[in-house]
């Protein structure tokens, strides 16, 4: 089989939308000419960029960046499907005249990610018909974009209905076919589960990758502290691939084995004062470019180091404002 991935990165190593003071004073232009700079085929979308079709597109042009995808905070734990599909109307037309071929569905309803709440209190179905009808909702949604070009790319994620690998199971068990699966390797982690492990169980089902690395002393403190998701973040829980715990190398076997054809998105999800953006998203794109490219571990993360290392020159001198 082939394996036809491309890499691209989300903003939010550079601004972040659930913590906006995180890069806050960080353009959008800085960011898309440093990922462009480093070698990022395209962008997902982030709370700085245009929400209209054409402006959308110049934005993008301007960089020779692709759109890769954006997240759609959805509500279908709490709504029915005809409200749901009204509500999307926007972000979808933006997603398919742009030539995103995925939708990155994360449910908000009663989450506690951006909550300065505990992870133990996240929201769980209580009973066989709840799971049974949000899978029934999740699936005609799905359709819906099905009809319009775009797939639906499930985000498991901590503090919401679907966090453990156990939910990821279940909410594959009750959906049909249509319903994708985003593959979050640093959720994965962070969740209880090993990000190989589950991938190969549901590889056939994921129509997208995050890729992000987990320091698993920092998640282990947020359990052992009843640590909010995003205290968790803000003290560096996640960071680029090559610099925690995750088993990229086996990752990116898989999905090769697989003939995974999509896009690698890098996702660094940390303070970049304290992790600056451009340095950590051009690690991680040599780490998995090699990997990509068919390197050993070993080198793969010796070209990251590298990268780090060297700390190339961060931003063309006109992006920054």
């Not at 990022?40 to 960029?49: A, D, I, Q, V």
């Not at 990000?195 to 190969?200: D, F, G, S």
């Not at 640590?227 to 076997?253: K, Q, R, Y």
Request: hydrophobic share 40%.
């Amino acid at each position: 089989m082939g394996f036809d991935v491309r890499i691209g990165i989300n903003p939010i190593s550079w601004t972040n939308d659930d913590l906006p003071s995180l890069g806050g004073e960080t353009s959008l232009a800085t960011a898309l000419s440093e990922g462009k700079q480093i070698g990022y085929e395209g962008f997902e979308l982030g709370n700085k960029f245009p929400r209209e079709p054409e402006a959308l597109k110049a934005a993008l042009g301007a960089y020779d960046l692709a759109c890769v995808s954006g997240w759609y905070s959805g509500q279908l734990a709490r709504r029915s499907v005809e409200d749901e599909i009204a509500a999307v109307e926007q972000h979808l037309t933006l997603l398919a005249a742009n030539g995103a071929r995925v939708m990155v569905y994360g449910e908000v309803a009663d989450s506690i990610q951006g909550s300065a709440v505990p992870l133990k209190r996240r929201p769980r179905f209580r009973s066989d018909p709840e799971w049974e009808q949000y899978g029934k909702r999740v699936t005609r949604f799905a359709r819906h974009l099905s009809a319009r070009g775009v797939q639906l790319a499930y985000h498991h994620h901590m503090g919401a209905y679907i966090e453990t690998p156990e939910d990821v199971d279940r909410l594959l068990r009750l959906t049909g076919p249509e319903v994708g699966l985003l593959h979050d390797t640093g959720h994965a982690t962070f969740s209880g589960g090993d990000a190989p492990t589950e991938l190969r169980r549901h590889v056939a089902r994921v129509n997208h990758v995050h890729c992000k690395d987990v320091r698993p002393n920092v998640a282990k403190m947020a359990r052992n502290r009843d640590w909010s998701f995003l205290t968790a973040v803000m003290n560096g829980a996640f960071s680029t691939p090559g610099e925690g715990c995750v088993d990229f190398a086996a990752v990116i076997a898989i999905l090769r084995a697989a003939g995974y054809r999509g896009w690698l998105v890098v996702e660094g999800e940390q303070d970049p004062a304290v992790a600056p953006a451009y340095r950590y998203a051009d690690m991680a794109y040599c780490y998995l470019r090699a990997l990509v490219d068919g390197e050993p571990a070993d080198r793969a993360r010796a070209a990251g180091a590298a990268a780090r290392a060297a700390a190339r020159i961060e931003s063309r001198p006109e992006a920054r404002q």
